[in-house]
């Protein structure tokens, strides 16, 4: 079976970093790559400058640090001569790594570190909505396809384009969550948030007393049950460790403690159902293996379940996040998908496909798969600029050019605000409801939870190394 793709890197530029880079690409094309030390007739990548009078059938790209985009390439109007004169294999790894926004001043991310959209190279460049990765990736199968006879082994099921995954960060689902769990003498607190403590609780008991709105954000199974009509399954994020235990964040963790408040119940439903628990990192979960460790270790003991995948909490993954990523390999973790833009819809590092980070300073890829996530429904609810119908709007925009270009990509609705039961979100829930309608009439999109696409990615790249 003609699938393996030779490839050789000029001296110079023979690291681990480049072959990381052509690894991805080509494995995501869906050949297998072969590292030619020296150029053959059966070479097919040369990257570098190469200057040999030998006519062999190879694409050369050359080496060319400055040049990120291709208008031709992301227009739709490029050729072979185009590839051949535009360094695509930097240009994704700058994406990739994330460089191309190294510059930025710390004026330009929020106060939980987070760069925000409007000050991103990528709406610099007028390309916040579209994954130029996915976009360069597309081009080179076209010329490849062009060029030589390869069996391909598809990235997707047959009949499907792209993926898209639904996710739930559990962040409020009991809404008195301080209340069940209130203790007169709270340990780990200092003074001044002990203080803080005792005057929250004692709005909320008020609250609680005149609203008597107890159940309102729990839920779950309306949420289940509006995507099981239309056979879909999603990925609830879990916290295990609250505002109030040692290790956390007073004011940004979540409230609620997973020991109490029936939540054995819904993750036996959750489990029995075929949906996907997955881990919810607290906010500062990203400076410490043990503390990751504990909380793993807690979620996996209550919720009876082996946990695959990760989100941080507030996207809490760090200013280094292959250095967190680390944490999460070695604590047993597989997938992670805690890249992302919070103050508006799109692609964080220009790509909707899943990838390995590059660590620099071990010199290799870390062995999580990164799932990007395009969407959420903060994006919207705290950009003033947007109403409900406006919402649904950019959501289906959004929707309808991921799919056009293909790829893999999650939505992340916070499951308070997934239910239109839930009278503080209802007009947010009947977005989300919009968006599973919008989604169920798709040709071609494979609409999944984040466990069930590792577990076909898995196999694929097996097949991929198997079929020879």
């Known amino acids: 079976m003609n699938n393996k793709f030779n ?73 072979k001569e185009t590839l051949e004169g535009f360094d695509v294999i930097t240009a994704i790894g700058k994406f990739l790594t994330d460089a191309v926004n190294e510059d930025k001043t710390d004026d330009c991310y929020d106060v939980h570190n987070r760069l925000n959209s409007l000050n991103s190279y990528q709406r610099e460049i007028g390309f916040q909505d579209k994954p130029i990765v996915n976009l360069y990736i597309n081009f080179i199968k076209k010329i490849l396809e062009e060029t030589f006879q390869f069996v391909y082994t598809p990235m997707f099921p047959e009949g499907i384009k792209s993926v898209i995954i639904l996710s739930h960060d559990v962040d409020d689902p009991v809404k008195y969550a301080l209340l069940n769990n209130y203790k007169l003498f709270p340990k780990n607190l200092s003074l001044k948030n002990s203080i803080l403590y005792h005057m929250e609780a004692f709005k909320k008991t008020f609250e609680r007393l005149t609203k008597k709105d107890e159940n309102v954000y729990w839920v779950f199974e309306d949420v289940m049950n509006s995507e099981s ?25 979540v409230p ?75 604590n047993g973790l597989m997938y992670d998908s805690s890249i992302a833009f919070n103050d508006a819809p799109g692609y964080r590092r220009s790509i909707a496909l899943p990838y390995l980070l590059f ?89 999944t939870n984040f466990e069930t696409f590792h577990t076909w990615m898995i196999k694929r790249n097996e097949t991929l190394y198997n079929t020879k």
Do not use: C
């Not at 504990?294 to 909490?313: A, Y």
């Not at 925009?397 to 916070?414: C, K, L, N, P, R």
């Open 359 to 447: 660590d620099k300073q071990l010199n290799q890829a870390i062995n999580i798969m990164e799932i990007p996530t395009f969407m959420m429904d903060s994006n919207f609810m705290l950009n003033p600029e947007f109403g409900q119908e406006d919402a649904f709007d950019q959501a289906k925009y959004y929707i309808d050019q991921f799919h056009a270009i293909g790829g893999v990509g999650a939505i992340d609705w916070h499951v308070r605000t997934s239910s239109t039961n839930s009278s503080r979100f209802k007009k947010w829930g009947e977005v989300y409801l919009q968006i599973l309608e919008h989604l169920s009439k798709q040709q071609g999109i494979w609409v």
């Open 7 to 79: 490839y050789s890197i000029t001296k110079e530029l023979d690291t681990a970093y480049y072959h990381w880079i052509i690894k991805f690409i080509i494995e995501t094309i869906g050949l297998i790559p072969t590292n030619q030390k020296y150029v053959t007739e059966e070479t097919h990548l040369i990257y570098g400058d190469y200057n040999s009078a030998d006519n062999f059938k190879a694409i050369k790209i050359p080496q060319n640090s400055l040049d990120l985009i291709n208008e031709a390439i992301l227009n739709g109007g490029a050729n």
């Open 229 to 253: 009509k239309y056979g879909f399954k999603s990925t609830f994020f879990f916290a295990s460790r609250n505002r109030f235990e040692k290790h956390a964040n007073f004011k940004e963790d």
């Open 256 to 330: 609620y403690e997973l020991e109490q408040n029936g939540f054995d119940t819904i993750f036996k439903k959750i489990n029995d159902d075929g949906f996907e628990i997955g881990m919810h990192a607290s906010y500062f979960a990203k400076n410490d293996k043990k503390t990751l460790r504990e909380e793993i270790e807690k979620l996996e003991r209550i919720s009876n379940r082996k946990l695959v995948g990760n989100r941080h909490h507030f996207w809490q993954i760090g200013s280094k996040p292959e250095k967190t990523l680390q944490f999460h390999y070695q």
